[in-house]
């Protein structure tokens, strides 16, 4: 009899374990978004099926996905939290939901087994969430004049459909937008088909056949324009034109197709079936590198060709570094901006030698450099420069005595001689300076260059009423391109033109033939699947030899960036303040 019983305890505690083991996890540990993505599946597609209301406001959707147990699964997590469900099957039977922002969790009436292929519907109805549910500030759901654009960079998907968000898990997406008749509704991937409803709307179906991280998606329903622009070899060539599109934005557009051709030489050819620009006349603050659709704002890319047209190159040739190789986690980010930063540079020096000269690369290195000694953006200027960057940024306040000492402290630290100070200040009446007086004093002081603090730099412009960007809190700072931690510095610009300097530094250790050829076989080696920097680090050492990885992990790690002997800097050299003889 005891051992019946013991026998049937143990059989009772396997079970349950089994049953508390086979929920599917709600994170897949991401160390910047640990609550997006889930384990225990694998997204294959999504059927995304979103009817709009006139004002883009709200929608009635059905999202369907298609995805295969990884583990067996008593319940699983979708990222999706916000908008009001009121249905949900799996394999078309009714299953259990509860949501908890950001998470929905979802018990089958039937345990899915492992290796099981299922489909889940979710029909939901609300008005999308537009921010995480963290403190960020990225947006997602963006109505503007032309109409809504719905972006999901970093993983913003969530807030309009449920999804498994996060970029380790690939899918291919099919997108069915209904809204009115007068509407272009735009996704990117393939067009399918577009079909007039009987009840007056309209339904344009896109589909993204290539496996595709979420925050590569893209929608737009309003006032946009097809614009066709050819074919570039087998890739059709389109854009779609938000009605205020400038005569700048689209020369830089213009460049697409050089871009594709370009970078499919380089690297591998262009791996999608359409390319083109979106524009947008939504406050977006950022143009983003939608799959084959990359994302412009109208709002600050309008006045500068050249700049603009880097722009377009930039989100480009995320093409290669994003779409086609995704990063693992959110803290990867330098496979996606350091390179994409960098062969925006690579092409601005291609195509624009007369305008930018021939050393571009090496000048935006230069400009770099000492921000990533201090970790913040820290500049340095010949007196030229920093007395023109004065005359374009001071306003037209006059300074009293005491903020004329005080904007000469903040500039050049503790570097100003003692007796130049004095001479200086004795020299400012009563009644204070104005910009030009202050400008035409510094400008006659004895030093060469200056090495300054921007923040330093934007007090004295504000104390002068000249126009200060709104800065967040955590403005400046700038990491080692591999080390971010947090979303706070997600983007900020030391992933960026630090990891687009140690590209550079690789290129002239191993010479160009080497460096393309070595880009080329990495593109190859995790094409439509997720590369981490360990990943790149190891590939390095395999194509390269462990010397050069080992050299180029302190490029994207270590808190000093190494030196660059090639252009003579070293992380030491930049005191601030001014030369002065
Ligand atoms: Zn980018």
Redesign the pocket.
């Known amino acids: 009899v005891r051992l019946k019983i013991l026998i049937f305890l143990c059989l009772i505690s396997a079970f349950s374990s089994v049953l508390a083991q086979s929920a599917g996890s709600d994170s897949l540990n991401d160390p910047i978004y640990a609550f997006m993505g889930n384990g225990g599946y694998d997204a294959l597609d999504y059927q995304i099926d979103l009817r709009f209301s006139s004002d883009k406001k709200t929608v009635v959707g059905i999202t369907t996905i298609e995805a295969i147990a990884t583990q067996d699964l008593s319940s699983f997590n979708l990222d999706f939290g916000r908008m009001t469900v009121s249905n949900v099957l799996v394999n078309g039977e009714s299953a259990r939901f509860s949501q908890a922002d950001p998470e929905m969790t979802i018990a089958p009436s039937a345990y899915l087994k492992k290796d099981q292929k299922f489909k889940v519907s979710v029909v939901y109805s609300g008005a999308p969430g537009t921010k995480l549910a963290t403190a960020s500030s990225f947006g997602s759901w963006f109505i503007g004049r032309t109409g809504l654009t719905a972006l999901a960079e970093p993983s913003l998907m969530f807030t309009w459909s449920p999804v498994n968000e996060h970029p380790s898990d690939k899918a291919t997406f099919t997108l069915k937008l209904t809204s009115s008749k007068t509407d272009t509704a735009i996704a990117n991937g393939e067009f399918v088909e577009r079909i007039d409803n009987p009840d007056g709307t309209t339904s344009s179906t896109y589909r993204i056949a290539t496996p595709t991280a979420t925050y590569f998606v893209v929608m737009a329903v309003g006032n946009w324009k097809l614009e066709e622009a050819g074919r570039v070899g087998d890739v059709r060539v389109r854009h779609y034109l938000a009605p205020k599109t400038s005569l700048v934005m689209r020369s830089a557009m213009a460049e697409t197709s050089r871009i594709i051709e370009f970078f499919s030489q380089k690297l591998i050819p262009y791996p999608f079936k359409e390319v083109g620009v979106l524009t947008s006349d939504n406050d977006l603050g950022f143009a983003l ?1 939608t799959q084959t659709l990359v994302t412009l704002p109208l709002s600050w890319l309008d006045d500068d060709v050249v700049a603009s047209s880097e722009v377009v190159a ?2 480009l040739a ?1 093409q290669w570094f ?1 779409a086609l190789v995704t990063f693992k986690n959110h803290s990867d980010l330098f496979i ?2 350091g390179f ?2 960098y062969l925006g540079w690579v092409y601005s020096a291609y195509r624009y030698p007369d305008l930018l000269g021939s050393r571009y690369i090496e000048e935006q290195i230069e400009d770099f450099y000492p921000a990533a000694v201090y970790g913040r953006w820290v500049r340095k200027y010949t007196k030229e420069q920093f007395t023109y960057a004065m005359e374009y940024r001071l306003g037209q306040n006059t300074l009293s005595p005491e903020q004329i000492a005080k904007s000469m402290d903040l500039l050049f630290s503790s570097s100003l001689p003692t007796i130049i100070r004095a001479d200086v200040l004795a020299r400012v009446p009563s009644e204070g300076w104005n910009k030009f007086q202050f400008i035409a004093v510094i400008s006659r002081l004895p030093f060469d260059h200056l090495v300054f603090d921007y923040k330093n730099f934007y007090e004295v412009i504000a104390m002068f009423g000249g126009e200060v960007p709104e800065l967040p809190a955590n403005w400046g700072v700038l990491t080692p391109p591999a080390k971010l931690k947090s979303e706070d510095n997600l983007f900020n610009w030391g992933v ?1 033109a630090r990891g687009a300097t140690a590209i550079h530094a690789l290129r002239l250790k191993i010479g160009d033939d080497a460096f393309w050829k070595l880009l080329r076989g990495f593109l190859e080696k995790y094409k439509f699947a997720n590369a981490s920097n360990a990943d790149w680090l190891e590939y390095l050492a395999s194509s390269a030899g462990q010397a050069v990885r080992d050299w180029q992990e302190h490029w994207l790690f270590d808190d000093l960036p190494p030196e660059f002997p090639e252009l003579g800097l070293k992380p030491t050299g930049f005191p601030l303040g001014a030369d002065f003889k």
């Open positions: 590198e930039h989100e995320h994003g996606h901006e994409a930063e960026y």
